[in-house]
T-cell receptor
Framework: LAKTTQPISMDSYEGQEVNITCSHN???????ITWYQQFPSQGPRFIIQ?????VTNEVASLFIPADRKSSTLSLPRVSLSDTAVYYC????WGAGSYQLTFGKGTKLSVIP | DTAVSQTPKYLVTQMGNDKSIKCEQN?????MYWYKQDSKKFLKIMFS???????INETVPNRFSPKSPDKAHLNLHINSLELGDSAVYFC????????????FGPGTRLTVT
């Protein structure tokens, strides 16, 4: 089974750039890396997805090195509303079945 | 318009009962999922359905059974509920399997007493 590892929590001041790294050593060749955001009492919400190198959208950037064994979610100039749990998701081919593995999540607290 | 909806939002029941949670998506997606989020906030996939076929099946107890009457619905049936089943259950859908963003429902908080 692939396992993902993320920091349990991070603190940041408003206006700073925040980088959250996820390790996924056993990522399969065809797997994509996806990040989700979850606010309390809500379902997760898609942020960004990538396969390699760099992907950028209107809310975040995703950096993936050549070996794809990790990925970094970058949130530019965070605000209080970015306080949430961020999950890293990769596909995993293990034990003969295709399984989705969410990271345990990183709780980001943005401080005014 | 709600993309992915779940009913009920809260469910309180006693051990040994059988209950169902309903999920509907109006996005025209091909794949639907059920996730369990426990008290420690770990989010784990339970099932995935693509065009009415089970394509992912985590090692969950067979007391849990997904049922899909059509592409827009994936219901979760739970038999003989146990205390450890208490959690928040999320339904989700995606256009295709795994490589595309998933849209999550608001969750159903199940409490077994």
């Amino acid at each position: 089974l692939a396992k993902t590892t993320q920091p349990i929590s991070m603190d940041s001041y408003e206006g700073q750039e925040v980088n959250i790294t996820c390790s996924h050593n056993n990522i399969a060749t065809n797997d994509y890396i996806t990040w989700y955001q979850q606010f309390p009492s809500q379902g997760p919400r898609f942020i960004i997805q990538g396969y390699k190198t760099k992907v950028t959208n209107e809310v975040a950037s995703l950096f993936i090195p050549a070996d794809r064994k990790s990925s970094t979610l970058s949130l530019p100039r965070v605000s209080l509303s970015d306080t949430a749990v961020y999950y890293c998701l990769v596909g995993d081919w293990g034990a003969g079945s295709y399984q989705l593995t969410f990271g345990k999540g990183t709780k980001l607290s943005v401080i005014p | 318009d709600t993309a992915v909806s779940q009913t009920p939002k809260y469910l309180v029941t006693q051990m040994g009962n059988d209950k169902s949670i309903k999920c509907e998506q109006n996005l025209g997606h091909d794949t639907m999922y059920w996730y369990k989020q426990d008290s420690k906030k770990f989010l784990k996939i339970m099932f995935s359905y693509n065009n009415k076929e089970l394509i992912i099946n985590e090692t969950v107890p067979n007391r849990f059974s997904p049922k899909s009457p059509d592409k827009a619905h994936l219901n979760l049936h739970i038999n003989s509920l146990e205390l450890g089943d208490s959690a928040v259950y999320f339904c989700a859908s995606s256009q295709e399997t795994l490589y595309y963003e998933q849209y999550f429902g608001p969750g159903t908080r199940l409490t077994v007493t």
